[in-house]
């Protein structure tokens, strides 16, 4: 499993706050039906104003070292 670091690097050129299409190109390009899911049920951390999803970065970082996402990525053509 990856450092928290590597993931803060990784991460780093995108903004503190994420959209849902720059969230579903940070985790590999995944779509937006997917990305939505991971959202609606919680597994990543989000606030919504107006009908947009917006993601914090740490969120972000937080799920992808999860045990959930472990899980999950396995079932993934593409990682990150």
């Not at 995944?30 to 917006?54: E, M, P, Q, W």
């Amino acid at each position: 499993m990856k450092s928290r670091k590597h993931y803060e690097k990784l991460f780093d050129p995108y903004p503190d706050v994420v959209t849902l299409p720059e969230f579903c190109n940070m985790l590999g390009g995944i779509g937006d039906s997917t990305a939505r899911k991971l959202i609606r049920t919680n597994r990543v951390k989000h606030f919504y104003i107006r009908c947009t999803y917006f993601i914090p970065k740490e969120s972000v970082i937080d799920y992808v070292m999860s045990y959930d996402y472990l899980e999950y990525s396995k079932k993934l053509k593409a990682r990150i």
